[in-house]
């Protein structure tokens, strides 16, 4: 299904129809090969889709399971662990840890999981997950019409944007087993531009 028409906010963003499904401890929503279905974007102009896993302020830990084209949920997060942004994935991509490349999309509203937005790349974020490498790409909807653009570069996010951000991941698996994440820094859309193209050759030779 494609949101459009002048009413709705958002007609970049696009859903598939799915199927709620429980399959043992899990809640599993039955959806399409994204890796099939869409490019990683129209990288050379800082542009990329990416797959939303968990809307911003969400405590369900969604996770894409790419075998059986499903969401599946993995567990609840305790309340205080909040997502601090949309949490997704750029299709046609692999990253370091095996799964596709992380994105945080900042936008006014949560999206749903399932959701495929064209989104415009701003930084990366360079993280450790258990000494393995997670970067998260940084980015926004490619077309806001409701602040005319006005998120350009990780600096319009600001600086309590981005601590907090850094703290979420510092800190987010300590009740399980403390110092086992460590944020490196933030960098540029020439950065991250360069993680993507890394994460889709290594795809590629999957």
Not at 70 to 77: K, P, Q, S, Y
């Amino acid at each position: 299904m494609r949101f459009v028409g002048q009413g709705h906010p958002y007609p970049q963003y696009t859903i598939s129809s799915f199927l709620l499904v429980c399959a043992g401890d899990s809640i599993l929503f039955s959806m399409a090969d994204y890796n099939k279905l869409y490019t990683p974007g129209d990288l050379e102009n800082l542009k990329i889709n990416t797959v939303i896993e968990i809307p911003e302020k969400s405590i369900l830990k969604i996770e894409y399971n790419r075998d059986k084209g499903t969401f599946e949920l993995d567990r609840v997060e305790p309340a205080i662990f909040a997502k601090p942004a949309n949490y997704g994935f750029i299709p046609g991509t692999r990253d370091d840890d095996g799964d596709e490349l992380d994105t945080l999309v900042v936008s006014p509203e949560p999206i749903p999981t399932g959701v495929v937005v064209q989104a415009k790349i701003l930084g990366v974020l360079n993280f450790e997950d258990e000494e393995e490498k997670d970067h998260k790409i940084i980015c926004v909807p490619a077309d806001d019409r409701d602040s005319g653009n006005r998120i350009q570069s990780l600096d319009d996010l600001g600086e309590q944007w981005k601590n907090k951000v850094e703290y979420h991941f510092n800190t987010y698996k300590d009740l399980k087993k403390r110092g086992t994440t460590k944020v490196l820094g933030y960098g540029g859309p020439e950065e991250a531009l360069a993680v993507i193209k890394e994460c889709v050759e290594r795809y590629s030779k999957q």
